[in-house]
Nanobody, 125 residues
Framework: VQLQASGGGLVQAGDSLRLSCVASGRTNRNYVMGWFRQAPGKEREFVAAIMFSGGTTRYSNSVKDRFTISRDNAENTFYLQMNSLKPEDTAVYYC???????????????????WGQGTQVTVSS
């Protein structure tokens, strides 16, 4: 599975951004697609996850009610719609695919097998 993330940029607090992640290669409806982020000097943290087939979603408490993860199966593309952005959302955002354990460990970065290259999101105050 190859993943290509895009859509980051520099925005002001309160603005919105939509990140995209295009998946290519061998994919499976049972894969879990996740978004993680890593700020300078911090560990990579879970943001949101969705089953490749759609439906079930999960969010971290810090982004719940502001971010929405979705997918377009026809395009093998996953999205992270980020609204009401805050300076603390500033980070490199990564999309990832988990292929082995279903939705059991969606929040653990070490369970994900494939990673995109990351896209920078910077939110100014």
């Amino acid at each position: 599975v190859q993943l290509q993330a895009s859509g980051g940029g520099l925005v002001q607090a309160g603005d919105s951004l939509r990140l995209s992640c295009v998946a290519s290669g061998r994919t499976n409806r049972n894969y879990v697609m996740g978004w993680f982020r890593q700020a300078p000097g911090k560990e990579r943290e879970f943001v949101a996850a969705i089953m490749f087939s759609g439906g079930t979603t999960r969010y971290s408490n810090s982004v719940k009610d502001r971010f929405t993860i979705s997918r377009d199966n026809a395009e093998n593309t996953f999205y992270l719609q980020m609204n009401s952005l805050k300076p603390e959302d500033t980070a490199v955002y990564y999309c990832a695919a988990e292929t082995r354990s279903g939705f059991s460990y969606y929040y653990r970065s070490d369970m994900y097998d494939y990673w995109g290259q990351g896209t920078q999101v910077t939110v100014s105050s």
